[in-house]
């Protein structure tokens, strides 16, 4: 049981790897679910109660960073509300066309939301942009809660080598 476990928990962070790039994936909480795992495999000996309220807490300021970058992108450059309905869109429709469609999905959107509600080409590519600034600042927020929860398990792994 015990290495079904250990399997699980590193599928689990590697799928939550992959998962903070790829927004369809709820990665921060596919790795918080791994390091469990790995926790519970053991005994809660070598990643303790406390090492997993950290990686708890890493994992859900990640997640509400991305939500709020991407928000306070489009927000900074003064997007309507039709503008972040667009970006959210986008974002749902570009997750089917790979890698472009993820980045430029909640740009057209922002553009295109921005557009139709206020019928002005400089500000709907100014949203665009400054919401593709915040799903970038989100992307990159989400990849160093990513390596702090990897590190961290690495760091307790081989502390206990040691032990």
């Not at 809660?44 to 890493?58: D, K, S």
């Not at 057209?108 to 139709?116: C, M, N, R, S, Y």
Request: charged share 5%; aromatic share 10%.
């Amino acid at each position: 049981m015990t290495a079904i476990l250990i399997t699980l928990g590193l599928i689990a962070l590697l799928v939550g790897l992959l998962g903070t790039i790829y927004p369809a994936i709820p990665g921060l909480g596919l790795m918080f679910a791994g390091a469990w795992l790995l926790a519970h495999a053991d005994g809660y000996q070598i990643i303790g109660t406390n090492t997993l309220i950290f990686l708890g807490i890493v994992a859900a300021l990640g997640m509400a960073t991305d939500y709020v970058a991407g928000m306070l992108g489009a927000k900074f450059t003064g997007a309507s509300k039709t503008a972040i309905w667009g970006a959210l869109i986008g974002g749902i429709v570009g997750a089917f066309f790979s890698l472009p469609g993820l980045l430029l999905g909640p740009l057209i959107g922002a553009g295109v939301g921005e557009f139709w509600a206020r019928k002005d080409l400089w500000s709907a590519g100014k949203v665009s942009l400054g919401t593709f600034a915040g799903f970038i600042v989100g992307v990159i927020a989400k990849v160093g809660c990513a390596l702090t929860i990897v590190f961290t398990l690495a760091v307790m792994g081989i502390i206990s080598l040691f032990q």
